[in-house]
């Protein structure tokens, strides 16, 4: 006697949905103002799926309206795109735009996840997200003026910007623990090697026992607007593990940098 042949539940066709349509919109943010047209083949080749899966996902678009396949078999975003762009930019709010991400990184490593913008004094956190590791890094609190020497989300900013790069190295590079970068010279250095990196990475150089690492957002022409930042227990931030949270970070920032600088001017 032949059994029931099993039938997949609503959880995982809801899964398999959702799946569906964040591949999809992830394929739509591959297009900017410095790439408006773009083949199947480079959209194959850009998010690493298979050409039938782009295929098809674009294939939806194309029927929805938001986007036009020309006869050389290009895409390129129709008006329903920036439509829906322009409504979410005219609400646009740094801090609310930054705290999903916050939230994810928070939740992804169980550490503390920052959100820093640059002022005349130093940098200054206006959001953070407490993971679930014991360690509460609770010397940087929402409002709290960090110098640009020390810990990863002010060095990063000085990496990525003249102004503030030349600010740090002018002034006083006073010593909060060992690990603090009190040469001019060799804090130079480190800062071309962050800038070449595209993230920076600190170890104990601003509290005990706490490591960080930071990636820059930018806006419009590559201008720094903040930072995303993860921090935590140093022995977190080694190996496999470090390397983790320093991809995560990276991907996180860029993908705020993406919505930030499409801001209108």
Do not use: Q
Request: aromatic share 6%.
């Amino acid at each position: 006697m032949g059994g029931a042949a099993p039938v997949e539940g609503p959880d995982a066709t809801s899964r398999e949905t959702v799946g569906s349509v964040l591949r999809a919109c992830r394929l739509l943010e591959h297009f900017g103002a410095d790439r408006p047209v773009i083949t199947l083949a480079e959209l194959t080749a850009a998010s690493g799926l298979n050409k039938p899966t782009v295929h098809r996902l674009m294939t939806s678009f194309v029927e929805a309206g938001w986007v036009h396949r020309d006869a050389a078999g290009a895409y390129r975003v129709r008006m329903p795109v920036f439509a829906v762009g322009a409504a979410a930019l005219a609400e646009f709010d740094l801090r609310t735009e930054a705290r999903p991400a916050l939230e994810d990184l928070a939740a992804r490593f169980g550490d503390t996840a920052f959100l820093m913008v640059p002022a005349d004094a130093g940098a200054v956190c206006i959001d953070r997200v407490e993971g679930g590791k014991p360690l509460v890094v609770a010397g940087i609190g929402i409002g709290t003026v960090l110098p640009w020497h020390a810990a990863a989300a002010p060095v990063v900013m000085a990496a990525v910007d003249p102004a503030i790069r030349e600010r740090a190295l002018a002034g006083e590079l006073t010593a909060f623990t060992a690990a603090t970068y009190v040469d001019r010279e060799g804090f130079a250095a480190h800062l071309a090697t962050v800038r070449d990196a595209g993230i920076a990475i600190s170890r104990d150089d601003y509290l005990g026992g706490v490591s960080a690492v930071a990636a820059p957002v930018l806006g419009r022409d590559g201008a720094l607007e903040a930072t995303l930042s993860l921090g935590g227990r140093s022995e977190d931030f080694t190996g496999e593990a470090g390397d983790a949270r320093a991809a995560a970070v990276a991907e996180a920032a860029r993908r705020l940098s993406t919505t930030v600088g499409a801001r209108p001017a």
